[in-house]
């Protein structure tokens, strides 16, 4: 039990490290609690706690603590580096630690932008992950049931709603043949205070372009994931209009991301009535409709493409960052790749210029790491579908 | 002609599953204009009537107020008018299908299924929002609201900065989704700022503000579903969520609704009760105190009447307030087990 408390902390308070180590540095008197509380730890730990699973993690920790850390630390942890137990030790005083920074706005000091910049350019990040890794994804399916569509895509602390309405309405005069398909964003303010009022409308227009970009395709409707011409009833005069709505009820970085996938696993999810046409109207007369009562039309959702948003740290790019590390981004590239590899969308955020080979470069990363997101993705949808079903 | 969805499959069996109700049949697939609907809720035989009427524009078929709530317990289905266009066709139609619906049926069922005194099935769970202080789901039958909490903090705007207490602040929201028919409201319109104001007073009034002066707590609730009874739904998830951010509070504040229809007072209104244009009595009660903190109440009703029915919500309210202690007390075990205690 007690080393499934360790695990926890392990992977809960990454950031609290890096705290405690500045406020060693900026605070010279407080180095003597600290070793203090070190040693009663470390006195603590040694009797009774089975060690094995965190152990590779203290190599990429040691150093960049060590790095943060003044010299008579960095000889400290150095000179018993061999001993698990000092990594415990180090884990558990952090517990103890006075500083407790409040979580929600971003307000880093230098050490910690320096260990978080230290830690990607290292290759492994602040919560251990390496610099192509993505958090854990947890899909669930069918959760607002007004929808004809829901799903709710949890990745660490990032949360996001995506909801699916269909409802029928006229073709625009210029594509009599093509459905109508509209994406939403809502930032709530129970992600963040600063979404308070109208204060997530910017983020939330953003976001919704972007998606719109990624997963919609042209103005003529070309090169959309969804298939337009899919949701035709009658030519030029009844279609399907979809609203997408998404909610971000918790934000810790990778927006984009999550929403996207939120939106695919919200579509699979989708059942859209089949509609018979009452024969017989002509000229410019409604034609009467007919909704079915039994059979739900499915969406074909392998087209729809993933969002994959590379962010640029220093010299290197990272996949899903969270909040504290988009604060160090120079710049980051959003691309949306479908399952054949090709590009859908293109979306670059951040003041910093990139150079062309570079984005080459993360383009053809970006691919890459998209069939890996796509089979876990799929997999996860299919586990939410069947869990859905048997409940 | 004229023609209605009837239930999803996957719906029927998750009402089933929520509600121990189902629809038993239609009585007929295809209606016409002011035909007659029949509907038959298993357990008991509550019957609902209610009349077809057109709307001219795209003649599509309304099944009185029932479908004025897509969301509620029988959610009847039907084609929507499109972007825009409320469900309800005008407040006369509205008033005769008020008084020809039968909210409560001869064998003393509701439309859902409950008795006149029974609450919804309600849920709640602490920790929803990760990067809160505090926050905690709450949900009221279908009706679903999230709240977290921010703070005791530094003010941000410091001319709101109180010196001998703390600043409470309140956002109530909805989510586009969280009704039957899309709605894209602009923020802060009447309703929800009426709704923030007075689930601010509310929490305001049980929170030790003076012990935490020149701060601010934030709380912030967003409705996932409505089905009736927002306002209480969302005072308890607010009560939740307070607690789990360690805010000194007097009480557990708890709120819930009740109203009085054919006759009868009936428990934790749903939206098809709510919008019947009956008398809505919501009440806030600090249990331990025996307080009375909020009180409201729409329509008119004899005050021999009121008594009873407030005395419902009260006792609904000592329910919610039970149940939220259940619900601390098992979040409590599990941070022990956490610790390794």
């Not at chain 2, 299908?97 to 099935?121: A, H, K, Y």
Request: aromatic share 6%; net charge neutral.
């Amino acid at each position: 039990m007690r080393f499934l408390h360790f695990t926890f902390l392990l992977h809960l308070k990454p950031i609290s490290i890096t705290r405690l180590s500045l406020a060693h540095q900026s605070q010279p008197a407080a180095s003597f609690t600290f070793l203090l509380n070190l040693f009663v730890c470390f006195l603590l730990l040694r009797t009774s706690v089975p060690l094995t699973l965190t152990h590779f993690l203290c190599f990429g920790l040691r150093w960049s603590v060590a790095e943060a850390l003044p010299l008579a630390s960095f000889s400290f942890l150095s000179a018993s580096s061999g001993s698990p137990f000092l990594f415990f030790a180090f884990k558990f005083s952090v517990q103890f630690s006075p500083v407790r920074y409040s979580t929600g706005m971003v307000g880093l000091s230098p050490g910690e932008k320096h260990f978080i910049q230290g830690g990607i350019a290292q290759d492994i990040r602040s919560d251990g992950r390496k610099r192509l890794t993505y958090r854990p994804i947890n899909v669930e399916t069918g959760v607002i049931p007004q929808a004809n569509g829901s799903a709710r895509i949890r990745m660490g602390a990032t949360d996001v709603i995506s909801t699916v309405k269909a409802e029928l309405g006229k073709p625009i005069s210029l594509q009599p043949d093509k459905g109508k398909v509209s994406i939403y964003v809502d930032c709530s303010p129970t992600a963040a205070p600063m979404f308070e009022g109208r204060g997530g409308e910017e983020l939330s227009t953003e976001l919704s372009v972007a998606l719109q970009r990624s997963l919609l395709g042209g103005k003529s409707g070309a090169g959309a994931g969804i298939d337009l011409s899919s949701l035709v009833v009658v030519e030029g005069k009844i279609c399907w209009d979809l609203y997408i709505d998404c909610l971000v009820v918790c934000s810790d970085g990778n927006l984009l991301d999550a929403l996207g996938a939120a939106i695919k696993a919200a579509l699979s999810n989708t059942g859209i009535p089949r509609v018979q046409v009452a024969a017989g109207a002509s000229g410019d007369e409604q034609p009467e409709v007919d909704i079915s009562d039994e059979e739900f039309l499915q969406f074909d959702t392998s087209d729809i493409p993933v969002i994959v948003t590379l962010t640029k740290v220093g010299r290197h790019y990272i996949v899903d960052a969270t909040t504290e590390e988009e604060s160090q981004m120079s710049s980051a590239i959003s691309i949306s790749v479908n399952r054949k590899g090709h590009i859908c969308g293109l979306t670059k955020r951040g003041g910093a210029g990139l150079d062309p080979s570079i984005v080459l470069d993360m383009i053809s990363v970006a691919k890459h790491v998209s069939e890996q997101l796509i089979n876990k993705l799929d997999s996860e949808i299919a586990a939410a579908e069947a869990g859905e079903d048997e409940s | 002609m004229l023609s209605l969805f009837s239930l999803r499959k996957e719906t029927q069996r998750r009402l089933r599953r929520k509600n121990r109700v189902a629809l038993h049949h239609w009585s007929a697939s295809k209606i016409t204009t002011g035909s007659k609907l029949i509907i038959n809720i298993l357990k008991g035989t509550a019957i609902v009537k209610a009349t077809i009427c057109q709307s001219s524009l795209h003649s599509f078929a309304f099944v009185g107020g029932l479908l004025a709530s897509s969301q509620n317990q029988l959610e009847i289905l039907g084609p929507s008018l499109g972007r825009g266009a409320r469900p309800y066709i005008n407040s006369k139609q509205r008033w005769r299908n008020r008084i020809e619906m039968e909210f409560v049926s001869p064998e003393g069922l509701r439309l859902d299924g409950r008795r006149p005194m029974e609450m919804r099935q309600i849920r709640a769970e602490i920790g929803a929002v990760a990067k809160a202080d505090g926050s905690a789901v709450f949900e009221m039958g279908n009706t679903k609201v999230i709240a977290a909490v921010y703070g005791p903090r530094e003010v941000q705007n410091r001319t709101q900065q109180i010196n001998d207490q703390a600043l409470v602040r309140c956002e109530y929201s909805m989510a586009n989704f969280s009704t039957g028919d899309r709605m894209r409201k602009p923020k802060g319109d009447r309703r929800s700022t009426e709704i923030s104001l007075v689930i601010r007073q509310t929490m305001e009034a049980c929170i030790l503000t003076h012990l935490m002066p020149r701060s601010q707590i934030d709380i912030f609730v967003q409705v996932l579903q409505a089905d009736g009874g927002t306002r209480s739904a969302c005072i308890n998830a607010a009560t939740l969520a307070l607690a789990d951010a360690g805010i000194p509070m007097r009480d557990l504040v708890t709120s819930c609704s009740s109203g009085y229809l054919n006759s009868t007072p009936l428990l934790d209104l749903n939206y098809v009760e709510d919008s019947a244009g009956g008398p809505d009595v919501t009440v806030g009660f600090l249990p331990k105190l025996d307080k009375v903190t909020l009180l409201q109440m729409d329509s008119k009703l004899p005050i021999d009447i009121f008594e009873n029915v407030m005395q419902l919500a009260i006792e609904g309210c000592k329910a919610i307030a039970n149940y939220i202690r259940e619900i601390m007390l098992e979040n409590t075990k599990q941070l022990e087990y956490r610790r390794g205690i």
